[in-house]
């Protein structure tokens, strides 16, 4: 049977309060265990490697399951960071590559790099749609998995919302490109933009539009990778509410919602669709018998 697994971010853990303190790396760890998340992620590059490499033992005595979202700025800087995720026993890593060729054409041969780097090592390699990185442009990246086949995404498609300033609802050719990443994706990231803003509050009426889009989104994401994929295959979904600058705040510096209670929420929505999908293939299931 499929299965669903529900990671949260170490990096969406911080607060970057101006009047609270930090928690401890320990507390952030018992507290995403104790919410029953499945997983933690961690976002570095090849220079915080050792910075990071007291994390192996949270991972183990919380019981969470690991993923690596890497920064690589040179094409030689990916291979060790691969290293580490298998030292961590990672599900995958999600790039977001700070190599940036202008052209398609100058982009192949990094992402065939990046790809025999991980095929070597054993680690699962995904690309993830971000901005300021390898695949910045929706147009962009549309045109190097055509030209690459067997690359495959880590879907965070807040940050298309905001590089194309999608507006709402979605007109028919925007809904085709989404779902044609959405059809090379196999992870899905949680954060809710709009046209303006990379991470919008979740519960704010004005935001609603927005909310139901990218449910319907990840629902459609959700659904293309159970079709294509075995019946014991995982899916990870990470939440990823990023802190202050990502988080809106107001004159003090103050957010203006709960990072907190937004991921568990849309870990509850993620969870809801996962049940409807597994309804709906029941059904079918049933009708074609």
Known sequence: MQTLEIYQSLWGME??????????????????????????????????????????????????GCM???????????????????????????VIGGVMPITVEGALPVINRWMDDAARIGMPLLFETHRDGLLN??????????S?????????????????EFRSPIPARDEAYIRRVLDRSDCFQGRIASREQIQ????????????????RWWTDGMRMWRKRNADDATLVFLCE???PPYAITDGKRHELSDR???????????QDIWASLEAE????????A
């Open 15 to 64: 607060l970057r309060h101006p009047e609270l303190p930090e928690r401890s790396v320990d507390e952030n760890f018992r507290m995403v265990a104790e919410a029953g998340f499945d997983g933690m992620c961690i976002d570095l590059g090849v220079d915080e490697i050792e910075q990071f490499s007291d994390k192996k033992a949270y991972f183990e005595k919380y019981s969470l």
């Open 68 to 94: 690596v979202n890497a920064f690589p700025h040179r094409v030689r800087d990916l291979e060790p960071l691969l290293h580490m995720a298998n030292e961590f026993d990672a599900c995958m890593v999600n």
């Open 137 to 146: 442009d929706l147009f962009y990246t549309l045109q190097v998995i055509d």
């Open 148 to 164: 690459i086949p067997e690359m495959r995404l880590c879907a965070d498609l807040s940050h298309f919302v905001v590089d194309r």
């Open 200 to 215: 919008v509050q979740i519960d704010f009426p004005q935001h609603q539009e927005w909310v139901a889009i990218f449910q």
């Open 241 to 243: 509410l990023g802190p």
């Open 260 to 270: 907190w209670r937004e991921s568990l929420q849309i870990r509850q929505w993620v």
């Open 281 to 288: 293939d029941a059904a079918s299931q049933r009708a074609g």
